[in-house]
Every structure is written in structure tokens, then in C-alpha cells.
């Protein structure tokens, strides 16, 4: 039995494996989570990259979907400022693609880049598995001119009629998600259409968990940002990792927190996780946690 399966496609940026996915995973592997694997759909050009870059990230063990995707494509991405080349754009994770021994896990992290995962999967993965679901749902697609940007319009009939354990947006997917520009309300939303718990990551301002009877609010640490890319997913990793030892909503998002703003501090995936350094961190996070 697996501890964690994290499903979604990466990503290549200078030519390093990046993406939710990957900082899911990696950051998953930091922490000691050993039973672990990374299912990705890819084009058979990519596979040896692939390859190569989850071994140098210590993640012990990947499943590929092979398809006949095209190769990596060069597309604009605003929050690299920069170019970033994407794998498999966006080669579709369907459903019954994923073996059944992916099935027999604790948690399965569902991280989509670019849409790979659709209403119709998530609905499969819920029903066939008696593990428990994260979404980060990463509101991201391709437009005409090969340039990444949000999805603006997410009408009703595209949110998933299944039932998560956690959907972890940030605070404009939340509204994007919704139309609720207050994250308390967007919260409650979210849990009464398809969530038994809502995380809203809020930037320096920390997060919002909800459980559909209290909203716990949780600081970040204050610290220098260098690199906020891939925190929300190193966040997500980290509270996968807390849950999977048994601990409570709030004791998993303060050492989320803690985990990621060591992240922040850091460039890409290069940041040391020490866990004496995440319990100074987790400590003073926690004397600041305020519930309503």
C-alpha cells in the first residue's frame, strides 16, 4: 500500500522538471515519504527527461502514461516572465488509465498543469478509491497564441459532482471558482458543492481552512521571499504528509506553512527542509492561530 500518489503532468523549465506535480512530489520525498509514486501522462520524446529528473529529485517511484503527445512545446507563461517549455500540451489523464495498486493509497494528489485532469476523472478517482482526494485544481489553459492564463469563466457544469476530502485553491481561484471575492464565503461555497474540506492559500497572509463548521486561520512565517513559484504545492505536499500521520486540520496547515515558507526562500526546487527548523517555524505559526 502506497502512503501517497501524486497525479498530474510536469512541466520543463531551462530544462529541469518543474510543475505542481513535481513540487508535490519532491517535496513529498524531502520529507521522508517513502511509499510514494508520481503518475504522469507523457509523449514517448520525453519519457528519458522524465526519467532523469525524477531520479535526481529522490522520488522513489513514477508510473508513465504513454500516449503519442507531441513534444515539449515552448509557451509564455506571465508568472515565470520568461518562456517555459511544457510536456505533453496537455495530454489527457483519462480515466481507468491509472492501474489499480496506484488505487490502494492513504492520499492521492491530484495536481493538473494545464487542465489534464478533467470533472470526469475526478469523479472516477473518488469513486474507485478509498483514499482520501486532494484537488489543487490549478485553473490554468493554453490560448491560441501558446501563452498561459486563467480560466475566467467556470460554469457550474464543469465543477466535479463528486464528493473531495480537500480542494486547495488560492485566494483568486477561490473567486474564479465561486464569484466570491470574500475567501469565507468562497470556503463555504466550496465545501456545500463538492468539498469536505476547503484550504485557501493567501499569499503572505497565510491560509484558510474550513471544515464545514470552523474556519482556522493560518499565518505565514514572515520571512525574505526569493521564489514563491511552487509554493502552494509544496504546501499541499506538506499537509498530505501531516494528514497521512493522523494529525489534525490545524497541525497540518501549520506545518504546511512552516514547509513552505522554507520554500520561498529558496530558488526552484533547491530548499533544504530541516525538521528542527519546521517545528521552530511550526511553533511560532501555531501561537498565532486564530479560529472562528
Known sequence: MYDLVVIGNPSLHNGRLTGPSIYNAATAAKLGIEQMAIISSLGPKLTDKFIQGVDALGIPEYFIIETNGMDAKEIRNPTLGKGMSVMGIPDRITIRSIPDEFLNTQIILLSPSLQEINAE??????NSTDAQ???????????SENRVELIREFSVTEKTQSYLDIIKPNQLESELITGESDP???AELIVEWASETCIITLGEKGSLVYDGSDFSI???????????????????AAFASQSIAGNSLIDCGVYASSVASLKVENQDLDFPLDETEISR??????SSVESR
Open 121 to 126: 476523472f475526478i469523479e472516477w478517482i473518488c
Open 281 to 286: 517555524r511550526s511553533d511560532v505559526i501555531a
Open 133 to 143: 482526494v486532494f484537488l489543487d485544481p490549478q485553473l490554468r489553459k493554453l490560448n
Open 184 to 186: 469565507f464565503l468562497a
Open 218 to 236: 493560518i499565518p505565514s512565517y514572515r520571512t525574505e521571499e526569493v521564489d514563491p513559484i511552487g509554493a502552494g504545492a509544496v504546501y499541499l
